[in-house]
């Protein structure tokens, strides 16, 4: 209890020492505090990207077959799906049509599917927040499912109808049935599903074409022990899951390790600036120190209450940089960082940008803000408490 006690009264001694040297304090919080909110924002807004593109991948198909000619993609011919259908360890094989239709200066993506075979249990595609997704009926009905960024943009919800131009600039009515929810914000944002005869049609296909093919494993096989079996097809280029993902963490990974570099600058000038604070604290602290070891204080108290004040500045500072970093990524959707971070052209407004906090960015924060800050304190801390106490004291008062 002794020592328990000991250690209650030296942190109640660092919370008045934080308060006599106000300034100081006010000084350190500011400049991690800058630092923390900066790397806080891109770090959150990194790992919500890199969540939502682990959501788009798993709702996507095992493999995508596409048709290369000229090393340039073009349209498959459906033939070549009954020979992907027999390859083994192959479950069933959707045809796809997809391109995108512009509706002023909005750009969105037009899928057709294959609505046969269709499985619904789960993914994005089930993920409907009102109306319905398609069935096989709605072949040839001009009926769509939208994504709620459209919805949003152009104030439409299920029942309504929208016109889009088609590939050979007509007019084409479609007739709204569910609108999807924002469990992927990314991934059906600005989608537009529609049965694959409506998209053939509205692309102009020629017959017996299509853009891909989506192909779904059996259960227990191994995606990429089926793409090698079918890489005796002719002008065929497979892409599996763990292709995109790697592809989606590497473009947001490389954008996000930008701030990163002007990050890890910004927070060696903060330690410098908490190391000329510690220096210039000591100095004026040195009839302190000096009455303090005459009291019986250690060496290892005065750094002990150093390491302390410290460690409140750092957890305060970090923790309220933390706070402003996600609610300007969550709430005010991170103005000048999304673009550099999407890499898009275009974004409305309506955008909602996805923000997700995970246990390891948070440790790395902590670990990156409060370490350096204790480092910057330790040394004049400890070269301060060394110094005997009469020559402190005529220092301090000199």
């Given at each position: 209890?002794?020592l328990i006690?000991r250690?209650?009264?030296?942190f109640?001694?660092?919370?008045d020492?934080?308060?006599?040297?106000?300034?100081?304090g006010?000084?350190?919080v500011v400049t991690f505090?800058?630092?923390t909110t900066?790397?806080?924002?891109?770090?959150?807004?990194?790992?919500?990207l890199?969540r939502?593109?682990?959501?788009?991948?798993?709702?996507a198909?095992?493999l995508?077959?596409?048709?290369?000619?000229?090393?340039?993609?073009?349209?498959?011919p459906?033939?070549?799906?009954?020979v992907?259908?027999?390859?083994e360890?192959?479950?069933?094989?959707?045809?796809?049509?997809?391109?995108y239709a512009g509706?002023?200066q909005?750009?969105f993506?037009?899928?057709?599917?294959?609505?046969?075979?269709?499985?619904l249990t789960?993914?994005?595609?089930?993920?409907?927040?009102?109306g319905r997704?398609l069935?096989?009926?709605d072949?040839?009905?001009?009926n769509?499912?939208?994504?709620?960024?459209?919805?949003?943009?152009?104030?439409?919800k299920?029942?309504?109808?929208?016109i889009?131009l088609?590939?050979?600039?007509?007019?084409?009515r479609?007739?709204v049935?569910?609108?999807?929810?924002?469990?992927?914000?990314?991934?059906t944002a600005?989608?537009?599903?529609?049965?694959?005869?409506?998209?053939?049609?509205?692309f102009n296909?020629p017959?017996?074409?299509?853009?891909?093919f989506?192909?779904?494993?059996?259960?227990?096989?191994?995606?990429?022990e089926v793409?090698s079996?079918?890489s005796?097809?002719?002008?065929v280029?497979?892409?599996?899951?763990?292709?995109?993902?790697r592809?989606?963490?590497?473009?947001?990974?490389?954008?996000?390790?930008?701030?990163?570099t002007?990050?890890t600058i910004?927070?060696?000038a903060?330690?410098?600036?908490?190391?000329?604070?510690?220096?210039?604290?000591g100095h004026?602290s040195?009839?302190?120190?000096?009455?303090?070891?005459t009291f019986?204080f250690?060496?290892?108290?005065?750094?002990?209450v150093r390491?302390?004040?410290?460690?409140?500045?750092?957890?305060?500072?970090?923790?309220?940089?933390?706070?402003?970093?996600?609610a300007?990524?969550?709430f005010?959707?991170?103005?000048?960082?999304?673009?550099?971070?999407?890499?898009?052209?275009?974004?409305?407004?309506e955008?909602?940008?996805?923000?997700?906090v995970?246990?390891?960015?948070?440790?790395?924060?902590y670990a990156?803000?409060?370490i350096p800050?204790l480092?910057?304190t330790?040394?004049?801390?400890?070269?301060?408490?060394?110094?005997?106490?009469?020559?402190a004291?005529r220092?301090?008062t000199?």
């Amino acid at each position: 209890m002794t020592l328990i006690r000991r250690h209650r009264n030296l942190f109640k001694y660092s919370l008045d020492a934080l308060g006599r040297y106000r300034m100081r304090g006010a000084v350190v919080v500011v400049t991690f505090l800058i630092a923390t909110t900066m790397i806080s924002a891109v770090l959150f807004t990194k790992d919500g990207l890199e969540r939502e593109a682990e959501y788009s991948v798993n709702a996507a198909p095992d493999l995508t077959i596409q048709y290369l000619k000229a090393g340039r993609v073009v349209p498959i011919p459906a033939a070549i799906g009954e020979v992907i259908s027999g390859t083994e360890g192959v479950e069933r094989v959707l045809m796809r049509t997809w391109g995108y239709a512009g509706i002023g200066q909005y750009t969105f993506t037009v899928i057709g599917l294959d609505l046969q075979g269709l499985d619904l249990t789960g993914g994005a595609m089930g993920a409907i927040e009102s109306g319905r997704f398609l069935t096989p009926d709605d072949a040839g009905t001009r009926n769509i499912v939208i994504g709620k960024l459209i919805a949003g943009m152009l104030d439409l919800k299920t029942g309504d109808d929208m016109i889009l131009l088609s590939e050979s600039v007509e007019a084409t009515r479609f007739h709204v049935v569910g609108v999807f929810s924002d469990q992927s914000s990314i991934y059906t944002a600005d989608m537009i599903i529609m049965p694959l005869e409506d998209a053939n049609a509205f692309f102009n296909m020629p017959d017996g074409y299509v853009t891909d093919f989506a192909v779904y494993t059996k259960p227990g096989a191994d995606a990429g022990e089926v793409a090698s079996r079918m890489s005796t097809i002719p002008n065929v280029r497979i892409l599996d899951q763990d292709i995109l993902l790697r592809g989606y963490k590497a473009a947001y990974g490389a954008r996000g390790g930008v701030f990163t570099t002007l990050w890890t600058i910004l927070l060696a000038a903060a330690a410098l600036i908490a190391f000329s604070q510690a220096v210039v604290v000591g100095h004026e602290s040195k009839f302190e120190v000096g009455l303090l070891k005459t009291f019986g204080f250690s060496t290892l108290d005065i750094v002990e209450v150093r390491l302390i004040e410290s460690l409140i500045m750092g957890f305060f500072a970090t923790s309220l940089g933390m706070l402003i970093g996600y609610a300007y990524a969550a709430f005010f959707n991170a103005p000048g960082l999304v673009d550099i971070l999407l890499g898009w052209a275009f974004l409305p407004k309506e955008f909602r940008l996805p923000v997700f906090v995970s246990a390891e960015s948070l440790l790395s924060i902590y670990a990156v803000t409060v370490i350096p800050l204790l480092v910057t304190t330790v040394v004049p801390a400890w070269l301060n408490a060394i110094t005997d106490p009469e020559i402190a004291m005529r220092r301090g008062t000199a």
